[in-house]
């Protein structure tokens, strides 16, 4: 079971966090949630290690919560630690 977080809890916390935007580059760059950084999903999935420290946790979204809960779902069984944000990007833009 992947962990989940609504984006009201997110606004609360969201300074002392690590945010994943696995969108496009070209949709990242249109706007994105404070502080997150971009990296697409393939490149995620492909090479996490890369990318994450098994110790800490980081947050992920999407467009809208799909995508990113499923890259959760991955990353989660491959021992990394991931919140996927519900409602992703969209929810985002109706909250903040």
């Known amino acids: 079971m992947i ?3 609504s984006i009201s809890d997110l606004l609360a916390i969201k300074d002392a966090i690590h945010i994943i935007d696995i969108r496009n580059p070209q949709s990242y760059n249109n706007n994105h949630m404070d502080r997150a950084v971009n990296i697409p999903y393939e490149k995620l ?3 996490p ?3 994450l420290n098994p110790n800490i946790r980081y947050y992920i979204y999407c467009q809208k919560g799909l995508t990113s809960g499923n890259v ?3 990353l989660t069984r491959m021992g990394y630690k991931v919140t996927n944000i ?5 929810e985002w833009i109706l909250l903040s």
């Open 3 to 5: 962990s989940s977080i």
């Open 45 to 47: 999935i492909a090479n």
């Open 49 to 51: 290690s890369e990318y």
């Open 72 to 74: 959760c779902q991955i």
């Open 86 to 90: 519900t409602g992703g990007y969209e």
